[in-house]
């Protein structure tokens, strides 16, 4: 019988290290210096595109951990250590632009989100020795004739193609698909929250794929419409801000200046570039909860913080308590406007406030025509299942709400003001890798749907391992075609496709496997062709189980029984020997010619 159950996947050649509850001080590019208080909860969320469709084998980070979605784009971090100052979680898939979210968690907390994907959409293309303009919808991108380089730094006079998507300010779901948060640094180095008027995503590329950008010295213009809806609060001179996509803050660089309808910027960089108008110089945090007229807490309700006659700042959700934190401006007004996918919404208003403020009241919500569904999940055996993902489908809108069950299994959601609500929903159990039917409910008042099974749909990708006698059971695993260059004998280069996982056993030992592919074909395999490592680190006394045996692996036999192409199964065995050693940094034991193998079966990506 298998020992333990991995829910969370690593790319290779990650390297981990441990901090301890604490201030911690880090360095971004720019002088500022975030603060760091390290909390352990849990994020469970869903990865849609812009029609609320989940997108699958997308590759989610929160700090050093790694999730991949699911055939529904869900995705589960269980105890991870987070910023409980800014979390900052990113998601990457092949043509999409990077999507990321910046959310406050408290320690001990179940939370949740939604992380729309833009596409990677050609927008048009110029020719890099003289230049041109490039329209998304009103905003534009103008470059200069030679102004475009390659990787080698070498001026690109053939064809650009620019990718390209304008971000409008006034979309309900900009929350979703922006990156972060509305949090920046500004150029003196100082936290600020600010209100958008609009983002501009771009990238550059030549024919073959190779990602371009603008050289140095040199400047591209970028025009953003400014839309109606905004002018009466639209500042004539606009600071433009870049997003920093390794610490998840947008930072200040340059100046917009209004020319009738339009903001004009000029950039020396391309990634996302936002003009918002920040709220003076100080920040302050502010810590509330959010609870019905019963007195129940309003868990998971998405909300939106405006400041008084100005624009939002704050996307966010309630956690499983119905509590929230967060950065706000000082010495405003704040409205928070809490929604739901049936149009109705109710504006709660708190402040001023001039320091941190821990609210001594929760907001309360009003519910004359709110309804609550409720129930348990359990196993197959009838065991409530501890942090179970709910995914509550609306039929009529094509929206969803993740919601994540208690230790016991069970859940509820309010929906504020719907009634005759048609919900079809789908409850998983990551730890025995199984998940429920679909199951249609009409909520019109508060309705108890019982117990339901996560029981009866298998989870599709595993690999099942044996690492020296330690039997382990890998799932959601990674594959990356074509992923890392190695050289087995030093001369030649070889590319190789990596399978990998990594996870937590009951003991809290971290576990990492990774096998390296050269070929994907059905057949047998070995030698300069395969790979294999399997890491175990034993928390807290620093040891553990480490085998290796890195291209050439003449002692490992992998066989690949079937390989359906892109979006099907890629499924197989693999068997040998590997050396390493185990024991702790100050008594280690030389391990020889182990047994090692296992059996797979990984989604190929599309």
């Keep these: 019988m298998k020992n333990w159950i991995f829910l969370l996947l690593a ?24 603060p760091i208080v390290i909390v352990t909860a849990d994020l469970a969320g869903q990865v849609v595109d812009l029609n609320g469709v989940g997108i699958d084998n997308a590759m989610v980070r929160l700090g050093s951990q790694v999730a991949v979605t699911n055939a529904e784009g869900l995705y589960q971090f269980r105890s991870v250590q987070m910023n409980a100052k800014g979390a900052y979680v990113t ?7 990077l999507g990321s979210d910046r959310f406050y968690p408290a320690n001990g907390s179940r939370n949740t989100n939604r992380i729309q994907l833009l596409p990677k959409t050609l927008a048009g293309t110029v020719t890099g020795s003289q230049g041109g303009t490039i329209e998304v919808q009103d905003a534009r991108i103008e470059l200069p004739a030679n102004s475009v380089v390659n990787p080698q730094g070498q001026v690109v006079t053939g064809q650009v193609e620019v990718y390209a998507q304008w971000l409008d300010p006034t979309d309900e779901n900009l929350g979703d698909f922006m990156p972060g948060g509305l949090f920046g640094v500004n150029e003196a180095g100082q936290e600020v929250t600010m209100t958008s008027m609009g983002m501009l995503a771009v990238e550059l590329y030549d024919q073959s794929g190779n990602k371009l950008q603008i050289a140095p010295g040199r400047k591209a213009m970028l025009s953003y419409p400014i839309p109606a809806e905004l002018r009466s609060i639209a500042p004539t001179e606009i600071p433009l801000w870049y997003f920093d996509e390794t610490d998840g803050v947008w930072i200040e660089d340059g100046k917009a200046i209004m020319d009738g309808d339009f903001y004009y910027g000029e950039v020396s960089h391309f990634t996302f570039w936002n003009v918002d ?4 110089t100080e920040t302050i945090d502010i810590t509330g909860c959010v609870q019905f007229e019963d007195g129940s807490s309003a868990s998971f309700e998405s909300f939106t913080v405006a400041v008084e006659g100005q624009g939002s700042i704050i996307w966010g959700r309630t956690d499983d308590a119905g509590h929230f934190y967060g950065p706000v401006p000082a010495g405003e007004v704040l409205n928070f406007y809490f929604s739901n996918p049936c149009g109705g919404g109710q504006v709660v208003s708190v402040g001023p406030f001039t320091a941190d403020t821990d609210l001594s009241e929760c907001l309360t919500l009003q519910s004359p025509s709110d309804a609550t569904i409720s129930g348990q999940v359990v196993d197959c055996n009838g065991d409530g299942v501890d942090g179970a993902i709910v995914m509550l489908n609306h039929n009529i809108w094509y929206y969803s709400e993740v919601v994540i069950a208690d230790e016991n299994g069970f859940f509820e959601y309010t929906y504020l003001g719907c009634t005759s609500t048609e919900l079809n929903i789908v409850v998983y159990d990551f730890d025995n890798l199984e998940s429920s039917e679909p199951a249609s409910y009409t909520l019109t008042d508060d309705l108890d749907i019982g117990t339901i099974a996560a029981c009866g749909v298998v989870l599709e990708s595993f690999l099942s391992s044996d690492a020296n006698g330690t039997l382990l059971d890998f799932v959601d695993l990674t594959l990356s075609i074509d992923t890392i260059e190695l050289s087995p004998d030093s001369i030649i280069f070889e590319t190789y496709s990596v399978i990998s996982g990594r996870g937590f056993d009951t003991n809290n030992s971290q576990h990492q496997i990774t096998l390296y592919l050269n070929e994907l074909g059905v057949g047998s395999y070995t030698g300069i062709d395969v790979g294999y490592n399997y890491n175990q680190y034993e928390s807290p006394i620093g040891g553990g189980m480490f085998l290796y045996c890195y291209p050439p692996c003449g002692s490992v036999t992998v066989n690949i029984t079937n390989n359906e192409g892109p979006g099907g199964f890629l499924e197989g065995n693999y068997s040998g020997t590997s050396n390493g050693y185990e024991g702790t940094q100050q008594q280690t034991q030389q391990l020889i010619d182990v047994p090692v193998s296992g059996t797979f079966r990984v989604r190929i990506p599309d």
């Design 277 to 280: 108008f920040p709220y003076g």
């Design 11 to 34: 790319l290779p050649l990650i390297t981990f290290s441990c901090r301890k509850d604490t201030d911690i001080i880090t360095t971004t590019g720019t002088e500022y210096q975030p």
């Design 91 to 97: 998601v990457t898939k092949a043509g999409y632009f």
